[in-house]
């Protein structure tokens, strides 16, 4: 089955500096990438998502890119404010999502 | 607007009693799914549905048992519970499979001691 590999799994930002966020996937097949936010004590949110088709994809701040070749894909966050606080999941699909284990990111001020 | 709606939220349960985790949608959507959070494991699929009486295992089925009579509903049945079944679990729903958005509940705290 899919196995998918996140990192890191802690990350401390400056606000208003980037932060990027790495996962790499087994199946050459997926061909679906959400990525969800999950602020404490909630469920969690799709931010952003990206298909097989597109190597890039931006909203507002955000941003996802794919790597299908080397089977890695990536979320960027331009500007990072506080309350980009949250724990973020890398996820992988060719018919069931398989999650990354998390990145809790933290904005200080 | 609800969206997904678990209960209850908290739950502390000792060894070998049994409970049920309910979960309703009210976004008329075919697919759910139940997972469960551990510490640094990320979400691992429990079971899930694809409409009303069809389901089918994930990664991590045993000890849990679902149904889905309704579109609404589907609950999670916990049988014997174990220490190892303490976790977050959380129920979801799609429009569709594998490519479309998930749509998480609160979540629902479970102990078992």
């Known amino acids: 089955g899919e196995n998918v590999e996140q990192h890191p799994s802690t990350l401390s930002v400056q606000e208003g500096d980037s932060a990027v966020i790495k996962c790499t996937y087994s199946d050459s097949a997926s061909n679906y990438f959400p990525w969800y936010k999950q602020e404490l004590g909630k469920g969690p949110q799709l931010i952003i998502d990206?298909?097989?088709?597109?190597g890039e994809k931006k909203d507002q701040r955000i941003a996802v890119t794919l790597n299908k070749t080397a089977k890695h894909f990536s979320l960027h966050i331009t500007e990072t404010q506080p309350e980009d606080s949250a724990v973020y999941f890398c996820?992988?699909?060719?018919?069931?999502?398989?999650f990354g284990t998390g990145t809790r990111l933290q904005v200080t001020l | 607007n609800a969206g997904v709606t678990q209960t209850p939220k908290f739950r502390i349960l000792k060894i070998g009693q049994s409970m049920t985790l309910q979960c309703t949608q009210d976004?008329?959507?075919?697919?759910m799914y139940w997972y469960r959070q551990d510490p640094g494991m990320g979400l691992k699929l429990i079971y899930y549905?694809?409409?009303?009486?069809?389901?089918d295992k994930g990664e991590v089925p045993n000890g849990y048992n679902v149904s889905r009579s309704t579109t609404e509903d589907f609950p999670l049945r916990l049988e014997l519970a174990a220490p190892s079944q303490t976790s977050v679990y959380f129920c979801a729903s799609s429009y569709s499979t594998g490519s479309g958005e998930l749509f998480f509940g609160e979540g629902s705290r479970l102990t078992v001691l």
């Open positions: 990206i298909r097989s088709n597109v």
């Open positions: 976004m008329n959507h075919n697919y």
């Open positions: 549905s694809v409409g009303a009486g069809i389901t």
């Open positions: 996820a992988a699909s060719r018919g069931k999502l398989t």
